[in-house]
Structures are given as structure tokens and as C-alpha cells.
């Protein structure tokens, strides 16, 4: 008698909504790298800036940093918007403000000059 071994049948596909539904197969999603010339800039620039205001250079180095946070901010949220990663434009719309704020601090409240 010959001893034979049954493999399990695959089991069916899961049925999705939306594109693909008809084949029951999850519609594929297009990766698109995240590393362009406007990515690049930004993570550069990101490095120069904290390097800025962690260097304590006086209030006026430490406000070009906050500048310069602030530019690459916007690039982010540039790059965010062009990839549809809404978690990268939110989180740098608010680092926009928190910047901003340290632009107004350190280069343009007259109080503290």
C-alpha cells in the first residue's frame, strides 16, 4: 500500500471593495520612492538647522536655524502633498508654526533684543 500525502487546498481569496473586487484581489498600490532633490534638500537642510540652534551660536545663528526650519518645513509638506502622505504634511504644518514661533522669538520680537 502506498502512502500518499494530500497538500491542503489553497484557500479562496478574501473579497475587497473597490478596485479589484471583481477578481478578489486587493487593488495594488503604487510605491513611489520618497527620495528626490526636494527630499534630499529638506533632510540636508533639516541637519544644518538643528546643527544651528543646537550650536547656541547667540540669538541671531539661532534664529537663522528657525529660518531655515521653517524652509525645509515647507519642502516637507511640499513633498507630503506630491506623495499623498498626509501623516508627513500634518506633522510638518505643525512644525511650521513651532518654527515660526522661534523665528519670532529670536530674530523679530523687539522685546527681546
Same mark, same amino acid.
Given at each position: 500500500?502506498?502512502?500518499?500525502? /494530500?497538500?491542503?487546498?489553497? *484557500? ?12 478578489? /484581489? ?5 510605491? &513611489? %520612492?520618497?527620495?528626490? $532633490? ?25 534664529? !537663522?536655524?528657525?529660518? $531655515? ?9 511640499? *513633498?507630503? $502633498? &506630491?506623495? *499623498?502622505?498626509?501623516?508627513? &504634511?500634518?506633522? +510638518?504644518?505643525?512644525?511650521? %508654526?513651532? +518654527?515660526? !514661533?522661534? &523665528? !519670532? ?7 527681546? /533684543?
Amino acid at each position: 500500500m502506498t502512502d500518499q500525502i /494530500k497538500l491542503a487546498e489553497p *484557500s479562496p481569496p478574501l473579497l475587497v471593495t473597490g478596485t479589484g473586487a471583481a477578481t478578489g /484581489k486587493a487593488p495594488a498600490r503604487e510605491t &513611489v %520612492a520618497m527620495d528626490g $532633490l526636494l527630499e534630499w534638500a529638506a533632510a540636508i537642510g533639516t541637519i544644518v538647522a538643528a546643527s544651528m540652534v543646537a550650536a547656541d551660536m547667540g540669538r541671531r545663528a539661532t534664529g !537663522w536655524g528657525f529660518v $531655515l526650519f521653517c524652509a525645509v518645513a515647507m519642502m516637507w509638506i511640499a *513633498s507630503g $502633498l &506630491v506623495h *499623498s502622505a498626509a501623516s508627513l &504634511v500634518i506633522q +510638518n504644518a505643525a512644525l511650521l %508654526a513651532i +518654527n515660526a !514661533w522661534g &523665528v !519670532w522669538r529670536y530674530l523679530l520680537d523687539p522685546n527681546r /533684543k
